[in-house]
């Protein structure tokens, strides 16, 4: 698509539910982010794809947290067991990286709208 | 372990003048880009502008120029001519590999 799309866009849960949130990136790119960010923070890392694998997933939290991307392209985050303070903006973008030398281009992150999470 | 620091939580500018929002990094890594990222009020995270590690001299786009001062590992936004659409959350990132990671953030207020 023309750029990342993130379903839903709002959502409401109660506490203990299970949530997914979804990412479809930018048709092409190999590296796919996610990030939470709270209000007034900046964005936390939480977990970066390059392809269908996890190439970094030290930013999760906890083992309630797990993201997939089965076919290198759409990802889902999914949430177990939601706590309140799980409420948060959850972003996800999508990159075209390019040799993992940080400086060998831009590969700049193109993100989408975000989809924001509150559990009650 | 790498680390992105912004300092100012909040700053003012009047409309037309320039301001800087002060970035500093740290990583032992040799290799690394930096970036500036804007999020106005309605939430878009917007790209500014790109600096790598090895690149020679400070990037620039448009009215925004990045200072970048390896040594002192600081990577200051400076913007000119601000507009009041300027107003917005402004945070500095790192990447080291894939991984990208972001700063606290700046508020930026442009006033009339």
């Known amino acids: 698509g023309a750029g990342v799309s993130q379903t839903p866009s709002n959502k409401v849960t109660e506490k203990g539910k299970y949530v997914e949130l979804r990412c479809d990136p930018i048709?092409?790119?190999?590296?796919l982010y996610w990030y939470r960010q709270s209000l007034g923070q900046g964005p936390e890392f939480l977990i970066y794809f390059q392809g269908t694998g996890a190439a970094d997933d030290s930013g999760l939290p906890n083992d309630r947290f797990f993201a997939v991307r089965p076919e290198g392209s759409v990802s889902t985050l999914k949430i177990q067991r939601t706590e309140r303070g799980d409420s948060a903006m959850y972003l996800c973008a999508s990159a075209l990286l390019s040799g993992t030398g940080a400086s060998s281009g831009a590969n700049v992150l193109t993100f989408g709208a975000g989809s924001r999470l509150t559990v009650l | 372990a790498q680390k992105i620091t912004q300092t100012q939580p909040g700053m003012f500018v009047q409309e037309k003048e320039a301001v800087t929002l002060d970035c500093t990094y740290d990583?032992?890594?040799?290799?690394?880009?930096l970036f500036w990222y804007k999020q106005p009020s309605s939430g878009e995270m917007i790209f500014l502008i790109y600096q790598g590690s090895y690149d020679q001299q400070n990037a620039t786009e448009g009215r925004y120029s990045l200072n970048f001062q390896k040594a002192r590992k600081s990577a200051n936004l400076v913007i000119s001519a601000s507009q009041l659409g300027d107003s917005a959350m402004y945070f500095c990132?790192?990447?080291?590999?894939?991984?990208?990671?972001f700063g606290q953030g700046t508020e930026l207020s442009v006033k009339p």
């Open positions: 990583t032992s890594d040799p290799s690394y880009g």
């Open positions: 990132a790192m990447r080291v590999g894939g991984k990208l990671i």
């Open positions: 048709s092409g790119h190999t590296a």
